[in-house]
């Protein structure tokens, strides 16, 4: 069964960067019509999806984070979320996630508004943005 683990969260003063990190095991099963993606959950707040790619490297963002935040993947299909401008807003827990997207419904506004449409999970990682 496909596994993900992130990594690279942490403390980061306002302003600053991260690169998030989720590897894939098991990355070979992955199809052509794969869709990968970033969530996040503020603490008291509701999980929200904030970029996906597809495996033809297309990609979506939230308004919360275009331009800022840069979703990508490599040929081993490393998923890799870098942040920048970071402001106290981004604090929460990150969780990459996957799933098959034959109906190309998942790698979209759709798809970032509906967490429960994954079913692949990371365990989270914190990002705390705090001076």
């Known amino acids: 069964e496909v596994k993900l683990v992130e990594s690279g969260g942490g403390l980061v003063q306002p302003g600053g960067s991260l690169r998030l990190s989720c590897v894939v095991s098991?990355?070979?099963?992955?199809?052509?019509?794969?869709?990968l993606a970033w969530f996040r959950q503020g603490p008291g707040k509701k999980r929200e999806g904030i970029a996906t790619?597809?495996?033809?490297?297309?990609s979506t963002y939230a308004d919360s984070v275009r331009g800022r935040f840069t979703i990508s993947r490599d040929a081993e299909n490393t998923l890799y979320l870098q942040m920048n401008s970071l402001t106290p807003e981004d604090t929460a827990e990150y969780y990459c996630?996957?799933?098959?997207?034959?109906?190309?419904?998942?790698?979209?506004?759709?798809?970032?508004?509906?967490?429960?449409?994954?079913?692949?999970w990371g365990h989270g990682i914190q990002v705390t943005v705090s001076a």
């Open positions: 996630a996957l799933d098959e997207d034959y109906l190309n419904a998942l790698c979209s506004n759709y798809g970032r508004s509906h967490f429960q449409l994954f079913h692949y």
């Open positions: 790619i597809n495996m033809q490297g297309n």
């Open positions: 098991d990355h070979a099963q992955l199809l052509s019509t794969t869709c």
